[in-house]
Nanobody
Framework: QVQLVESGGGLVQAGGSLRLSCTAS????????MAWYRQAPGKQREVVAR???????YYADSVKGRFTISRDSAKKTLKLQMNSLKPEDTAVYYC??????????WGQGTQVTVSS
């Protein structure tokens, strides 16, 4: 049974930092490309960053240079270091495999709120 548990969100002022964590179980973590997604109110869920099984990383233009994704396949954990946060980064953040089925399993996510 797949389980994804996100944590580390919170309320932060613009310019601040947060570090999100995701613990995965029930998936073959080591062979899957993983990603962080976010969904802001009234908007579609979008990919923020992804990392291949080999460690290659890709970022949305809106977060490039500010966010860093990393993974520990042995521990089945995914991280997202977020620096220089902006109010437009406010959203619920989720981890999942890359190109996850929108109608499939998703964890509860973690709320990130950036105040101006």
């Amino acid at each position: 049974q797949v389980q994804l548990v996100e944590s580390g969100g919170g309320l932060v002022q613009a310019g601040g930092s947060l570090r999100l964590s995701c613990t995965a179980s029930g998936i073959i973590f080591s062979i899957n490309a993983m990603a962080w997604y976010r969904q802001a109110p009234g908007k579609q869920r979008e990919v923020v960053a992804r990392i291949t099984s080999g460690g290659m990383t890709y970022y949305a233009d809106s977060v490039k240079g500010r966010f860093t994704i990393s993974r520990d396949s042995a521990k089945k954990t995914l991280k997202l270091q977020m620096n220089s946060l902006k109010p437009e980064d406010t959203a619920v953040y989720y981890c999942n495999v890359f190109q996850a089925d929108p109608e499939g399993y998703w964890g509860q996510g973690t709320q990130v709120t950036v105040s101006s």
